[in-house]
């Protein structure tokens, strides 16, 4: 990418460069609009920034509201933001000189946390965000426009053993440097110190940690941290295996790319059961080329044990990853004894997390936290993340890609150093941080639990998943009609995010196509918790006129079907063992005899007694089977489909369109059966107050005494 400066081509190989120039002359005049403009530009590029990382500001002239005079006023990224996807809403507004008279009553490193609270007594605009740790960092800094930003190629030097010497030599002393310290008032006073020591500096390298940049403009600010980050990108680049090969080289090889993802597939539910001793978890999975080239070489071993050195990957990624013990090309298949592989080397982790906590904690820390890996690296196939919901596991992995690119930055000019554990407990355990997840929303009733509900593109499984994603589910989508699937996708993705869905093609009759969607589901997110059997058809006709090939498609699918999802499901579940649910939606008309319906009748009996029989088996490993009994659900769904409503019509003597109200009038509460009707009643089996049950029909009918169980 080539960029004009001063008739000067400037090339950039290693940052995008975003900058429009007529999108931002429509923006002049208003530097908080600019502001935003700079830091989506900056955080929409994972090598500049990460997700939730950085920080961005800009100082205004703007009039105060009680005195009418003009103020000096920092518009800065508040707590909890992120500046890829930051808005007007996202930012704190402060009054500059409050902000900074605040040194007059700060007391010292020791009484760093009461400062926040201060900084509520700076706020200029009253309906801004909240300030974040990092308000004052920008705030002794004179610059209009800052960037703290977290760049790989920067943090790589600073991470460096040697990372002060290199910043001034790769720079010639046009950028300051300050040792690590803990974010927060007197790091910003260290800043100020180190601008006044060296008047005229562009930047300044904070050890370990990021780097600060600025400008007296917001494109001035934003070059400024272009060229810094290429620069340090370009002097890595050419420092890459001139010394070593990268990482010590390449101890193995990785499996094929099918290979990788087949025994990630395997492995997945095992470790999700490991990772979700204390809650449930979701997975996430990725081989990238990075991590591949990182988890297979010589340094590894010595490397993962020393953990990150950024606060922000450090925060998501934990004190350091778990590396497992099977060869690449492990069988899987004996699950018992992968488990019995494992075990030890979990527990081994959960004692080396509780020692971490136990030798550094102080008199008022937080109890300790999960004990769990976060990162697992698998040598030869990729690395898994497992955090409370699919963005988190998401963003632990590529904060850990983060983490492999300093150190292999550091190492190729230097030698990696990650922060002492004492420094890293006090980030994690920082009162100030549990503040924040004392403040996050409580957990939905299916938070870390994955779904999988097949006919789920339309009808009553859309409105069953729907329901489960609503209340903190992540769910597979599936459905023999590709084009439909994708039209249910692009609706979840709006209403729940891309975290929170993923889709397979599946006919529940083919065993190859049902297994391909539970590895999509253990690749996405894991494993399975929940799964509900609701794809079907139905066929009504006389006895006479019912064909042999009516017949067999009814058991195909609706008995067979059931059959088949159900045994792919209690592998994955059993691998897991953390129970599961599994909800079968079969009808009144398995305890009701009715006319022209002996195919599509027998078959939901078959289901239903099918139900009982796994519900008997699968209850001692804490599997739950149970029953959704509907009655003539008509809204959007493919039962009504290929003559059933009009066969059913005939069989009751009226037309088409009366069937509605003909079904209502006959129920006790007289009420038309929609499909969210049926998905309240699986979530009434999945949610949590019916766990202690199993082997249970509960009827959607509106209430068909001759349908009652007992």
């Not at 599946?506 to 589901?521: C, L, S, W, Y």
Request: hydrophobic residues 40%; aromatic residues 8%.
């Amino acid at each position: 990418m080539e960029l004009k400066i001063d008739n000067i081509v400037k090339t950039y190989q290693y940052v995008n460069y975003l900058w429009d120039e007529q999108k931002a002359a429509s923006l002049q005049g208003d530097e908080v609009a600019l502001l935003l403009y700079r830091s989506n530009l900056l955080g929409s590029d994972l090598r500049i920034t990460n997700y939730g990382g950085g920080n961005t500001s800009c100082k205004v002239s703007d009039k105060d509201p009680l005195t009418g005079q003009d103020v000096e006023v920092m518009w800065i990224k508040g707590s909890g933001g992120d500046i890829g996807t930051l808005t007007k809403s996202g930012l704190a507004a402060l009054y500059v000189d409050r902000l900074r008279n605040l040194e007059n009553v700060y007391r010292g490193v020791a009484y760093e946390d009461e400062m926040v609270e201060l900084f509520n007594h700076c706020i200029f605009d009253l309906s801004s965000k909240a300030p974040s740790i990092d308000t004052p960092l920008h705030g002794f800094l004179p610059f209009a426009h800052i960037d703290h930003l977290h760049p790989d190629a920067a943090i790589a030097i600073a991470a460096a053993k040697d990372g002060k010497r290199i910043t001034q030599e790769l720079f010639g002393g046009s950028i300051g440097w300050v040792d690590w310290q803990k974010p927060g008032f007197d790091l910003g006073l260290q800043l100020r110190v180190c601008l006044e020591e060296n008047p005229g500096i562009r930047g300044i390298m904070l050890g370990s940690h990021g780097l600060f940049t600025w400008g007296d403009t917001a494109y001035e600010c934003y070059v400024n941290s272009l060229d810094v980050i290429e620069t340090c990108a370009e002097y890595l680049s050419r420092n890459y295996g001139a010394g070593r090969p990268v990482f010590g080289g390449q101890k193995i090889e990785s499996l094929s790319s099918e290979e990788r993802l087949g025994q990630a597939a395997r492995i997945a539910p095992i470790l999700r059961g490991f990772c979700s001793s204390e809650r449930h978890m979701i997975g996430h999975f990725t081989d990238d080329a990075k991590v591949l080239e990182y988890i297979n070489s010589q340094d590894l071993e010595r490397l993962a044990p020393l953990g990150t050195s950024c606060p922000d990957h450090f925060l998501r990624t934990k004190i350091q990853p778990l590396i497992l013990n099977l060869d690449k090309s492990e069988d899987l298949r004996d699950v018992n004894a992968i488990k019995a592989k494992l075990q030890p080397l979990f527990e081994d982790y959960r004692a080396m997390y509780t020692r971490y906590y136990e030798t550094c904690k102080h008199p008022n820390s937080p109890a300790i936290r999960d004990r769990n890996p976060v990162i697992i690296l698998y040598p030869g196939v990729g690395m898994f993340a497992f955090a409370k919901d699919k963005q988190t596991a998401r963003v632990a992995a590529e904060f850990y890609i983060n983490a492999i690119n300093v150190m292999k930055g550091a190492e190729a000019v230097s030698e990696y150093t990650s922060l002492p554990r004492q420094e890293a407990f006090n980030i994690e355990y920082w009162l100030l941080e549990e503040a924040k997840l004392q403040r996050m929303p409580r957990p939905k009733a299916l938070s870390g639990k994955v779904a999988l509900v097949t006919g789920s593109a339309g009808g009553i499984g859309k409105a069953i998943a729907k329901k489960f994603a609503q209340e903190g589910a992540v769910v597979l989508l599936n459905d023999l009609n590709a084009e439909r699937l994708a039209t249910a996708k692009e609706e979840f993705v709006d209403l729940f995010g891309k975290d929170a869905v993923e889709t397979a093609t599946m006919n529940v009759t083919d065993g190859v196509q049902i297994d391909e969607a539970f590895k999509k589901a253990t690749l996405a997110f894991g494993g399975v918790d929940i799964v509900v059997n609701n794809a079907g058809l139905s066929i009504s006709k006389t006895i006479e006129e019912h064909t042999q090939k009516d017949w067999d498609l009814l058991y195909d699918v609706l008995v067979k079907g059931q059959f088949l999802v159900t045994q792919a499901a209690t592998k994955v579940l059993k691998a897991q063992d953390i129970g599961g649910d599994i909800v079968n939606i079969v009808s009144k008309n398995a305890l009701v005899s009715g006319p022209n319906n002996a195919g599509y009748g027998s078959a939901k009996a078959a289901q239903l007694h099918l139900s009982r029989l796994n519900a008997t088996e699968l209850g001692p490993v804490g599997i739950r089977v149970n029953i959704v009994n509907p009655d003539a659900v008509i809204s959007d769904s493919n039962i009504w489909a290929g003559g059933w409503a009009e066969g059913r019509a005939k069989a009751y003597g009226i037309t088409v369109d009366e069937l509605p109200a003909y079904y209502a009038k006959r129920t006790l509460l007289n009420e038309v059966i929609l499909p969210e009707d049926i998905a309240n009643a699986c979530f009434a089996f999945v949610g949590g107050l019916l766990n202690k049950s199993t082997g249970n029909v509960l009827n959607v009918d509106g209430g068909v005494a001759v349908a009652f169980v007992r």
